[in-house]
């Protein structure tokens, strides 16, 4: 089974809106209830998204849900097969975060068996504010993106449910920053499954090899050393003449 890793988190979120405006710049959105394939979703890296309630949803339910959009996927995307997986998980109390995080790691490993080995990272949080899931999403797009990579809106898409999937788990769609949350990322601790920016961005470019990245490199300086000999050279010869 997995030995998940658990990576505490600030306890302040960004707002949800400002998130998903921030990763529309940098990849499109596909949602499965518009069940229509188009060029915006043949897409060479897919990134799945899923919110998961562990008071309301057994462990079992959310497995079924992100294997069944999985499968999907695959009718749908030709490179579903590499795409990284992550939910956005809200707890109703931290106090029990030792038995919400059996459950978590009996998810990841339950999921692991059926799709194989894969980046598959939970975002935990104890109030609809959290972002944990999302917020590393679109750093891992912006660390792309700083990164020059070429095309980046073009191949990279993330794929949901539906739209209210992405919009989180407050009912009144007013998904505002917040203060004083509990939240954390697990993830297994194998180096496919490692949510660090760099293993996302390694897995990344292991996967997309059309992708390189666009170094603009700076032309050579012109040297001075032969402007100084000159110079020099001038002074020597005005103070031999000047001595004569």
């Not at 894969?118 to 975002?123: A, Y």
Request: with cysteine; proline share 5%; hydrophobic share 45%.
């Amino acid at each position: 089974s997995i030995q998940m890793i658990v990576e505490l988190l600030p306890t302040y979120s960004a707002e949800r809106y400002y998130l998903l405006s921030e990763i529309e710049e940098l990849a499109n959105f596909w949602f499965l209830e518009d069940q229509e394939e188009t060029d915006q979703n043949r897409s060479d890296f897919c990134i799945l998204y899923f919110l998961w309630n562990l008071d309301t949803e057994e462990n079992e339910v959310i497995i079924r849900k992100v294997l069944d959009i999985y499968e999907s996927c695959s009718r749908y995307l030709n490179y579903s097969n590499l795409a990284p997986i992550f939910l956005e998980t809200i707890i109703a109390d931290k106090d029990r975060w030792p038995d919400y995080k059996l459950r978590v790691n009996f998810v990841l490993d339950g999921i692991q068996k059926k799709i194989g080995s894969r980046p598959i990272i939970v975002g935990i949080a104890n109030a609809a504010a959290g972002t944990a899931a999302l917020a590393h999403i679109q750093e891992f797009l912006v660390g792309l993106s700083t990164e020059q990579v070429g095309g980046l809106k073009q191949s990279i898409l993330i794929v949901s449910s539906t739209k209210d999937e992405v919009l989180g788990h407050d009912p009144g769609r007013e998904p505002d920053a917040g203060m004083g949350l509990f939240q954390a990322l697990c993830y297994g601790e194998e180096p496919q499954q490692l949510a660090s920016m760099v293993a996302l961005k390694e897995y990344f470019y292991q996967h997309v090899h059309k992708f390189t990245l666009r170094v603009e490199i700076e032309p050579p300086r012109p040297s001075l050393l032969p402007f100084y000999f000159t110079l020099l050279l001038i002074l020597i010869i005005i103070l031999v003449v000047g001595y004569a």
